[in-house]
């Protein structure tokens, strides 16, 4: 247990669908992050949110929509994913920009 | 770009043996951290080095800093089919001020 939480923990979806993942820090964090992992490649960092605002979109497609609506959740809006979009989706978060990251289980997205 | 380097990138072992994994950088980070991740799982942090040449050891596992602060090291004494997982280095204070992560190595310790 790191202290955050991710669901779901799977999602199979269809290309068509629009679904939400959720992540929540008790840590009173103030950073928060979305990460990708697919297989053979390295972490891929998506957004950053630091005091709820982001400060990094790492050209991620617009089929994937952040939301943070305070310091403790933030969401990934997902809608007309390709099935190359599959892969373990990870939250993490930080005391600070910057520092290290306490990350979430993730959520292992299929796109079908 | 700053990028960190894993070696070797897959290791399987016997139980019992040793072993070291490698995290290089021509980089300077004012800190380094070591993760290990299960399949399915998220990473856990093991352990955050932050002075050039400092040594920490976690029960088996011993982590070195450089001493310029651009590479690390991870030796396991003794593995056992329980440090079976992907350690990954993260280095802080990368541009923008984010963790640059490496791309892991995939540790597989059998019984």
């Known amino acids: 247990e790191t202290g955050v939480t991710q669901t779901p923990r799977h999602l199979v979806m269809g290309m068509t669908n629009k679904k939400s993942l959720k992540c929540e820090q008790h840590?009173?964090?103030?950073?928060m992050y979305w990460y990708k992992q697919s297989a053979k490649k390295p972490l891929e960092l998506m957004f950053v949110?630091?005091?709820?605002?982001?400060?990094e979109n790492n050209s991620v497609p617009s089929r994937f929509s952040p939301e943070c609506p305070n310091s403790s959740h933030l969401f990934l809006h997902l809608h007309t994913l390709q099935p190359e979009d599959s892969a373990l989706y990870l939250c993490?978060?930080?005391?600070?920009?910057?520092?290290?990251?306490?990350f979430g289980q993730g959520t292992r997205l299929t796109v079908v | 770009t700053q990028l960190l380097e894993q070696s070797p990138q897959f290791l399987s072992i016997q139980e019992g043996e040793n072993l070291t994994v490698y995290c290089n950088s021509s980089s300077v980070f004012s800190s380094l951290q070591w993760y290990r991740q299960e399949p399915g799982e998220g990473p856990v942090l093991l352990v955050t080095?932050?002075?050039?040449?400092e040594v920490k050891k976690l029960k088996r596992l011993t982590f070195q800093f450089g001493d310029a602060r651009k590479d690390s090291s991870l030796h396991i004494t003794a593995a056992q089919p329980g440090d079976t997982g992907l350690y990954l280095c993260a280095g802080a204070g990368g541009s923008q001020g984010n963790l640059i992560f490496g791309k892991g190595t995939k540790l597989s310790v059998k019984p």
């Open positions: 840590l009173g964090h103030n950073a």
């Open positions: 080095v932050v002075t050039g040449g």
């Open positions: 993490a978060s930080s005391q600070d920009h910057g520092d290290r990251a306490f």
């Open positions: 949110y630091n005091f709820k605002e982001q400060t």
